[in-house]
T-cell receptor, first 114, second 116 residues
């Protein structure tokens, strides 16, 4: 079945450092790909999305490019802030008879120190 | 409303008791999804609805879990005879449509269920 694999955390960075969180997927067909962020004690917020190969999703300085050839959707940010500390989830939404449910990776906790 | 609303925020039940959780989707959204977050990070899909019809229930533990979305009422997720392993945060999400599979899901704040 479809699945998502993320790099293990926690990831600890200093403010203004470069961030990469790796995400790879296994899916039939052409899924839509998402990054969600969960701040402590809160629900999930959509950070960015991409719906087809070579699409680049971007929001709040974060970017991710849908790479079909490597089945990847890595999250990047050029300069992280303390306020970016959260758990980041990569997810896919299958097509066909998947019913639209999201399949999540295991989450990567990011801690940014001043 | 403009946000997915979930009640209660916290729920504590003794093992074997019933638990009922509620979700009001964003107005105009036709699809409702329930997810279970255990062990802090792991999300598991439970069930989805298209209006009041079950759309996908492949994730539901059918022996004790049930869910409904009735017209003009919040959707509900009910767990009969709760077990310790049901302790988790239950999230509801809604989306406008599944057409083209491009519509994002908006998540509620979750209900934390603790089974003692």
């Amino acid at each position: 079945g479809d699945s998502v694999t993320q790099m293990e955390g926690p990831v600890t960075l200093s403010e203004e450092a470069f961030l990469t969180i790796n995400c790879t997927y296994t899916a039939t067909g052409y899924p839509s790909l998402f990054w969600y962020v969960q701040y402590p004690g809160e629900g999930l917020q959509l950070l960015l999305k991409a719906t087809k190969a070579d699409d680049k999703g971007s929001n709040k300085g974060f970017e991710a490019t849908y790479r079909k050839e490597t089945t990847s959707f890595h999250l990047e940010k050029g300069s992280v802030q303390v306020s970016d500390s959260a758990v980041y989830f990569c997810a896919l939404r299958g097509r066909g008879n998947q019913g639209g449910k999201l399949i999540f990776g295991q989450g990567t906790e990011l801690s940014v120190k001043p | 409303g403009e946000e997915v609303a979930q009640t209660p925020k916290h729920l504590v039940r003794g093992e074997g008791q019933k638990a009922k959780l509620y979700c009001a989707p964003i107005k105009g959204h036709s699809y409702v999804f329930w997810y279970q977050q255990v062990l802090k990070n792991e999300f598991k899909f439970l069930i989805s609805f298209q209006n009041e019809n079950v759309f996908d229930e492949t994730g539901m533990p059918k022996e004790r879990f049930s869910a409904k979305c009735l017209p003009n009422s919040p959707c509900s997720l009910e767990i009969q005879a709760t077990k310790l392993e049901d302790s988790a945060v239950y999230f509801c999400a809604s989306s406008q449509s599944n057409t083209g599979f491009t519509y994002e899901q908006y998540f509620g704040p979750g209900t934390r269920l603790t089974v003692t």
